[in-house]
């Protein structure tokens, strides 16, 4: 007898997306405590299962760089719901949430503007030493960076190959102030942005180093969730098998 599963929490709002997830296995392929939270915080409590996937897709290979972090959360979900099927056939995944979150520096808030000045973006990813964190900063400093999450659902349906990926993408504009070196430097020196793209906590201390944010706030911790509950909405209205099997 497969074991009973409900991610819904008793604080999450009664709409017909977590109706639908009541009493279904909801699984986080992804360690990030502040992704968890986030979810909590929302009313939903996953299984987290983090996937294996190594995230080294070939960044110059996207022409479309919004599209890079899509593509690693597809195959973050896609590996846990394949695992979990393969360990566990009697006790499918219903859902497997996939995220992956990335700075790029230099972002205009226009990307018109971007394209006319030439400005050519690039990718931030955790610093490797509080020398590489310092540098980042001290690039973002005064500047503007876009912070873009890439959200993958995948759940099965009866064709194959068995299962049905959707994915979204949430981008922020991210304004840093005009910090003085010894405030950048204090910062690195607290190590809290040692684990963080970008290498700054927007809901930590690196807070006080932003002027102001243009778009989701929790999408800058990691995970857009107004935008993740309105694509189970959409999927729940026009898709009427959807986490129905």
């Known amino acids: ?3 009973q599963h409900n991610a819904v929490l008793p604080t999450a709002l009664k709409t017909p997306a977590i109706q639908r997830l009541t009493n279904k296995r909801v699984i986080l392929a992804s360690a990030s405590p502040r992704r968890k939270e986030i979810l909590q915080t929302l009313g939903l409590s996953p299984e987290v299962v983090p996937s294996t996937f190594a995230e080294d897709l070939p960044f110059s290979s996207f022409d479309d760089i919004h ?3 899509v593509s690693t959360a597809t195959q973050k979900a896609v590996e846990v719901y394949q695992r979990l099927l393969t360990d566990a056939p009697d006790d499918p995944p219903d859902l497997v949430i996939g995220a992956d979150t990335v700075v790029f520096t230099h972002a205009l808030p226009s990307t018109t503007i971007e394209m006319e ?4 973006q690039e990718l931030l990813e955790k610093p490797s030493s509080k020398g590489d964190n ?3 900063l001290m690039d973002l400093n005064g500047g503007v960076c876009e912070v873009v999450t ?3 659902l995948v759940y099965p349906i ?3 190959p068995g299962y049905e990926i959707k994915s979204i993408d949430e981008r922020t504009l991210v304004f840093f102030g005009d910090n003085p070196d010894h405030v950048l430097k204090a910062y690195v020196d607290s190590e809290e942005g040692l684990d963080r793209a970008g ?3 927007v809901q930590g201390r690196g807070n006080l180093l932003i002027r102001k944010i243009d778009g989701d706030f929790y999408n800058v911790m990691g995970f857009p969730g107004a935008s993740f509950f309105k694509l189970l909405d959409i999927l729940v209205e026009d898709e009427e098998d959807f986490l129905a099997i």
């Not at 000045?117 to 050519?120: E, S």
């Open 199 to 201: 290498g700054f906590a």
């Open 158 to 160: 009866l064709s194959a």
């Open 67 to 69: 599209e890079y972090p």
């Open 150 to 152: 890439g959200v993958s």
């Open 134 to 136: 310092m540098r980042m």
């Open 1 to 3: 007898m497969a074991p």
């Open 117 to 120: 000045m030439g400005v050519q």
